[in-house]
């Protein structure tokens, strides 16, 4: 059984554990590649917190950004990151790249008594390389069209969220790193 950082609940005079392992990090830095990962070897269920919030407004997040606009997309994060963090089932949550800088949403993770938060910091050269070649999937950097100028977006996008993404209890360096050895490095953290 895995024990950490947990809390127990009372139901029918049982005990349950819940634990909720939160990743951070910029887009491309392999938060749900890692997260699906984790949750197969924890045998616990992987959530996508951009995929939730697309599934609960029936619209993509670009659909979202377009007809009602970024506020109204940053109140309805933290009300589903709110309504996931109180849920009571063992988790692991890939969070949106802008999730942790808006509103009180770091703040309401790093009070979470059941919880642990892992930043996956991967290097500006790294996030340029693979971003570059997925770009036209990523609304927010699709029209940049040189790697120079994604290097600098990324840079500058770094540098104002990294106040945000230290929050978090641990920061992996997943440079030059498989996920498999990514994994097994959050593992020892929650062993």
């Known amino acids: 059984m895995f024990f950490c950082c947990e809390q127990t609940y009372g139901f029918n005079n049982q005990f ?27 045998k616990y269920s992987f959530l996508d917190l951009d995929a939730y919030i697309s599934d609960k407004e029936e619209k993509s997040i670009s659909e979202i950004f377009k007809t009602k606009g970024e506020i109204y997309f940053r109140k309805k994060e ?3 990151l709110t309504e996931i963090l109180n849920s009571s089932k063992n988790l692991v949550l ?3 790249g802008g999730t ?9 993770m790093v009070g979470h008594p059941n919880l642990k ?12 390389t693979r971003l ?14 040189s790697e120079d100028d994604l290097m600098e977006f990324i840079g500058k ?7 945000y993404y230290s929050q978090a209890q641990y920061t992996l360096n997943t440079d030059h790193k498989t996920p498999q050895e990514v994994l097994e490095e959050l593992l020892v953290y929650l062993i």
């Open 16 to 42: 349950v554990s819940v634990m909720i392992i939160v990743l951070i990090g910029y887009m491309g830095s392999g938060k749900s590649t890692i997260g699906k990962e984790l949750a197969t070897a924890l």
């Open 78 to 80: 933290t009300e589903y």
């Open 94 to 96: 890939g969070l949106g």
């Open 100 to 108: 942790p800088c808006y509103g009180e949403n770091m703040k309401l």
């Open 117 to 128: 938060s892992f930043y996956l910091k991967l290097s500006i050269p790294l996030l340029t």
């Open 132 to 145: 570059f070649l997925e770009r036209e999937n990523r609304p927010l950097i699709s029209s940049i069209n």
């Open 157 to 163: 996008h770094l540098f104002e969220r990294s106040h």
